[in-house]
């Protein structure tokens, strides 16, 4: 799973569900070819990317070596995927950091889809404020707000 994050703030998310087994360590790799190949497909060429795989991260950021047989294919073919840009940068962002990363995962674990199957996007929206709003006056009758109801709990019936 990945978030792609315009300038402006847009987030859209891409999700692949993996049908095969692997390791976290592949499938962090595979969540970065995913992403890259988004990326490139929508012609960017300046990326941040921010991950929460010390291992990966260290690893395309060429501080540290990639020495499992499967990671080293992956890390060869995601350094592929960077030269197709002029500015690309990893950052390390632990997990308890990364809500957005939490949040698509559970989605992505809670559909059941079959193979080749395109899903609309799912935007979430944020509001600043209702898109109604209710306006109450308080009835000046010397009594509190709670008067009907306790006549109703102690009578069983409603206010007149």
Not at 24 to 44: C, D, F, H, P, S
Not at 69 to 92: A, W
Request: negative net charge; hydrophobic residues 40%.
């Amino acid at each position: 799973m990945v978030v792609l994050v315009s300038p402006e703030g847009d987030h859209y998310p891409v999700i692949a569900k993996l049908n095969f087994y692997c390791t976290n360590n592949v499938a962090e790799y595979e969540a970065y070819v995913m992403g890259l190949q988004a990326t490139i497909e929508r012609k960017i060429h300046v990326l941040e990317v921010y991950g929460d795989s010390a291992l990966v991260i260290y690893q395309l950021r060429g501080e540290w070596e990639a020495r499992d047989s499967k990671l080293i294919r992956y890390h060869k073919y995601v350094s592929k995927l960077i030269e197709n840009f002029d500015k690309i940068c990893f950052t390390h962002l632990p997990r308890e950091e990364n809500q957005m990363a939490d949040v698509l995962a559970t989605l992505a674990a809670m559909f059941k889809v079959g193979t080749n199957v395109k899903i609309q996007p799912i935007m979430i929206n944020l509001r600043e404020c209702p898109a109604h709003c209710f306006s109450v006056e308080e009835e000046i009758d010397g009594k509190p707000w709670y008067h009907d109801i306790v006549h109703y709990l102690k009578f069983q019936q409603y206010p007149k």
